[in-house]
């Protein structure tokens, strides 16, 4: 028997033993405030997740990532934890997520939760105990607490912003009443950071890491995972030094910035990854690491987490160019780190890709900045209108680019509702009904990531569509109907079904962690084959090109009298 049918014929039990079904998995994000909503209250739960089990079953993933579920304030859409051991009430309960968990197990997916180390939410008991506390007390010593600069320390430790805009440093009120020591927060002011220099920090995650573990959890995505350890001795430097050194020739690849990506943070790992190998099989991780190109191998390291995501794809335009360089530079970096790569599209902090493609490509507003991710952030701030979209046009080439990107060797991720071809909500969520405190802390930057985390359409009537009995948390706009699954289940051609079956060939299919570039004349086209013969072919252009020998097995679009039209990819043998 061939290795791929060997991998077509498996069993579910035999998949989840698989110590390497991370490796080339398709994994499907759940956003579980906005998936499915079983108790009428407008927010998705976890009962919500388990009675779409056989949904999920049915589109052929390996796992599923949740994103927090956690109790919260929702200060950061649940990015902000109050207690990494329990489930938010809104949201289910332990014994919910042992149900959904055994369910998915049954079904033969993986479970892959979210770990938010940098910080905890102000609400944390730890955080608390923090404020009670006096100054240089143990409590305070878990987090990161600093005297003011100033005569009467009324000023931060340093002028760095936070990345929700605002200053990086939040002051307190003492136990007594009076003005004290300032902590910081490098994201929300009610998300203090860690000092991951205290072992009880470090002893409290491994004991988070092994509860959740015990639990069935297969894998751990880390959220900003290259943010943990600081090095704030002596004078701080100014946000204008930082951004001076960044913009220099070496930027930071040196791991000198004083809290971004520093090489500390690999023994944090190192720890982690003695626990992930104390179970059978050994629990996974990905990290959420936004750093030089040159540093992600570290994060990806057997020794450390063992897969990075790399954002370079949802960055890039579409473009046969783009892609060809972004696809042979991550397989190179993986295979150098003994990893696999990681693709990505869409995610809950992006424009939706259906979206971005359907939107005029717009120039670099900062270097580094590529266009398909300008375009869709220029988009909403200017009110992001579907009328200003060609949704057409961007839905075209969203399902060319999920097909390439099912070809490829490593670990696919896809965003809830991208299966369905789903838009971005723009300007139809009004000002009084957002949730994200990006929008809030920086009106007139950021209009937020709500328009992404819209509750999904399941069906095409009743109310909200489907997602619950009673409305939804954000607003959905009319047109979701005609995404809803129901409407496309069963239907030759649409999304849905296009996602069904290029993730069942996918899985049939899939085979070494290699490709080869096959040469044509054609620059708006890709080409690649794959072990066991199979072959990708995608037309960036907008002209039908010419198709090589084979039979095709499946496609983005119909084939136009034997060509390949143009947004469009195909699967062939021969």
């Known amino acids: ?296 191998a570290r994060y990806a390291s057997p020794e450390g987490l063992g897969q990075a995501f790399n954002f370079d794809l949802l960055q890039a335009d579409f473009d046969a160019a783009q892609f060809r360089k972004i696809v042979t530079k991550n397989l190179a970096e993986a295979a150098a780190s003994g990893a696999s790569s990681t693709w990505v599209f869409s995610n809950h902090d992006v424009v939706r890709h259906a979206t971005r493609y359907g939107l005029p490509a717009t120039e670099p507003a900062d270097e580094g900045e590529i266009m398909a991710g300008q375009a869709g952030k220029k988009w909403l701030l200017e009110g992001g209108r579907q009328e200003d979209v060609d949704v057409e046009l961007g839905l075209r080439r969203a399902r060319a680019a999920s097909l390439l990107m099912f070809a490829l060797p490593g670990s696919a991720y896809l965003y809830q509702g991208e299966e369905l071809g789903l838009q971005e909500v723009g300007g139809e969520i009004p000002d009084s009904e957002r949730q994200d405190p990006s929008f809030f802390r920086n009106k007139g930057v950021e209009v937020g990531r709500d328009g992404c985390r819209v509750p999904l359409p399941w069906t095409a009537e009743g109310s909200s569509f489907g997602f619950g009995a009673n409305g939804s948390h954000l607003p959905q706009p009319e047109w979701f109907a005609a995404y809803a699954a129901d409407v496309q289940d069963g239907v030759e051609g649409s999304t849905l079904e296009l996602y069904r079956k290029a993730l069942a060939l996918r899985t049939e299919l899939q085979s070494g962690e290699s490709l080869e570039w096959v040469p044509n004349d054609n620059p708006e086209v890709l080409h690649f084959r794959r072990p066991n013969g199979w072959q990708s072919v995608t037309n960036f252009g907008t002209e039908a090109a010419e198709l090589p020998e084979g039979t095709v097995v499946v496609s983005s679009s119909a084939l136009d009298g034997g060509k390949l039209p143009g947004a469009t990819t195909a699967w062939l043998f021969g």
Do not use: C
């Not at 009428?40 to 009962?47: T, V, W």
């Open 1 to 296: 028997m061939s290795t791929t049918a060997a991998k077509a014929n498996r069993t579910d039990a035999e998949r989840m033993a698989d110590p390497n079904w991370w490796r080339q998995a398709s994994v499907y994000q759940i956003y579980p405030r906005s998936f499915a909503d079983s108790n009428a209250d407008g927010i998705g739960n976890l009962k919500g997740v388990t009675a779409k089990v056989p949904y999920l079953k049915a589109l052929g993933i390996d796992a599923v990532w949740l994103s927090p579920f956690y109790p919260s304030a929702l200060a950061d859409g649940g990015y902000d934890v109050d207690d990494y051991r329990n489930v938010d009430p809104k949201i289910g309960s332990l014994e919910d997520f042992d149900e959904m968990a055994a369910a998915l197990h049954e079904a033969g997916i993986k479970v892959i939760v979210d770990i938010v180390p940098n910080h905890s939410s102000d609400r944390h008991e730890w955080f608390k105990e923090a404020l009670a506390s006096p100054k240089g007390s143990p409590a305070r010593d878990r987090y990161i607490f600093r005297d003011g600069l100033g005569e009467n320390g009324e000023l931060p430790p340093s002028d760095w912003d936070s990345v929700f805009g605002g200053p990086a440093w939040e002051r307190i009120t003492e136990p007594d009443g009076t003005p004290g020591q300032w902590y910081m927060h490098i994201f929300a002011k009610e998300q203090p950071d860690f000092n991951w220099d205290n072992p009880e920090v470090h002893e409290d995650f491994l004991k988070t890491l092994r509860f959740w573990s015990d639990r069935g959890v297969d894998g751990f995505r880390i959220d900003v995972a290259h943010a943990l350890t600081k090095n704030l001795e002596g004078t701080l430097p100014t946000k204008a030094d930082l951004k001076a050194k960044a913009h220099g020739s070496d930027g930071f690849v040196d791991g000198s910035h004083p809290y971004w990506d520093r090489d500390e943070v690999h023994e944090i790992y190192a720890e982690w990854r003695r626990v992930f190998n104390e179970y059978n099989p050994p629990r996974t991780a990905v990290a959420e690491a936004w750093v030089h190109a040159d540093r992600r």
